[in-house]
């Protein structure tokens, strides 16, 4: 494959997207083509499968239904978008990719991570991101600006517990991971944080 793929994560408030937006800008500033794409979703068929997943009225939806939605919208995503623009040479930057399920499903949910691995495996088991961004964020706080946001969805209804799981697991992946993975404090003002972003992609280029 051509092009880089980098992946955004981190827990609910973190600003994930005014930094995708910053750093397609900095790509876009190497003259590199780059594409922002995010998960669950992504492609028609994909937003479909968010739709049902983040519904708050889904009350019902079992952990492994959730599970197996993620990795179908995944794969729709990998095979009708992913994989064809890396190999045109373009840079992917997707807003959350397979690590948000180890911390969600596996952290959050308590769900075996050994299942979502063989998921992993069957669905891209030759494709990694090149780089992954962990924006970290004291968990009060990030609840506190998503609720600022906008009105909560299935996941942001979960509690504070569910949600230092989150952070913990990312934390730990990161630990795991470390070649690929680069933890930004998300706490500072902006500016800082782009810095530190910037920082950490300079490697890539
Ligand atoms: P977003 O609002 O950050 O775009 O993501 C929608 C929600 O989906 C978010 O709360 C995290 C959750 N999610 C998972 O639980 N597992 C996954 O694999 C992905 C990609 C997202």
Not at 83 to 109: E, M
Not at 154 to 165: A, V
Request: hydrophobic share 40%.
């Amino acid at each position: 494959m051509n092009g880089k793929f980098i992946t955004i994560e981190g827990g609910e408030g973190v600003g994930k997207s005014s930094n995708i937006a910053h750093i397609k800008c900095v790509i876009e500033k190497r003259g590199i083509p780059v594409i922002v794409t995010r998960e669950p979703g992504g492609t028609l068929i994909g937003e479909k499968i968010r739709t049902l997943l983040i519904d708050p009225e889904n009350l019902n939806l079992h952990a492994n239904t959730e599970l197996l939605l993620m990795f179908a919208a995944r794969t729709q995503h990998l095979e009708e978008k992913i994989i064809p623009h890396l190999n045109k040479g373009s840079w992917v930057i997707c807003d959350r990719f397979t690590d948000a399920t180890y911390a969600y499903q596996g952290g959050g949910r308590g769900l075996d991570m050994h299942k979502i691995s063989i998921l992993e495996q069957w669905v891209h088991a030759n494709i990694q991101p090149d780089m992954t961004l962990l924006l970290d964020l004291d968990v009060a706080t990030g609840l506190s600006r998503a609720k600022k946001r906008s009105a909560a969805d299935r996941f942001e209804q979960e509690n504070i517990e569910f949600f230092n799981k989150v952070r913990n697991t990312y934390l730990s992946l990161a630990q795991q991971h470390s070649q690929r993975y680069r933890i930004i404090d998300a706490s500072p003002q902006m500016g800082d944080v782009q810095k530190s972003i910037e920082h950490a992609i300079e490697g890539l280029f």
